[in-house]
């Protein structure tokens, strides 16, 4: 697998990462998932809102 190799080192810099740069990159990763879902559930609740009002009038 020399492909996943060269692919890990470019990845990792000149190895592997601490423990804590793990951590720190799976939280961020989190972080951002959870705002993009919020965004979607805002922009969702507008665009419902926008049709029931345009439904209503």
Excluded: H, Y
């Amino acid at each position: 697998m020399p492909f996943i190799d060269k692919l890990r080192d470019t990845l990792n810099g000149s190895g592997t990462r601490s423990r804590s740069e793990q951590v720190e990159i799976l939280w961020r990763a989190w972080a951002f998932a959870a705002v993009c879902g919020i965004l979607a559930c805002i922009g969702t609740l507008v665009v419902t809102i926008a049709r029931l009002v345009e439904l209503l009038t």
